[in-house]
């Protein structure tokens, strides 16, 4: 079984932490209104997904 002859230093174990960063998230083109959405999901602005409309908008009110 391995086992480590010393004790890791506090910089080589911070090291293996360094390269961690949050991304943005990815924001496609929705096809039908052009609004940026994320991929996969359904529309926020038009409630489109896949050319179909799947969830129904709310009319303003004036």
């Known amino acids: 079984m391995a086992v480590p002859k ?3 230093s506090k910089s080589r174990t ?9 991304t943005a998230p990815t924001l496609v083109e929705c ?9 996969h ?5 038009c409630g489109y997904y896949d ?5 129904a908008q709310k ?3 004036d």
């Not at 999901?41 to 602005?45: F, I, S, T």
């Not at 050319?51 to 969830?55: C, L």
């Open 51 to 55: 050319g179909k409309e799947v969830v």
């Open 31 to 39: 096809p039908h209104c052009h609004e940026l959405k994320a991929a």
């Open 41 to 45: 999901r359904v529309c926020k602005n």
């Open 14 to 22: 911070n090291k293996r932490f360094a390269n961690y960063k949050a």
């Open 6 to 8: 010393g004790k890791q």
């Open 59 to 61: 009319q303003a009110q």
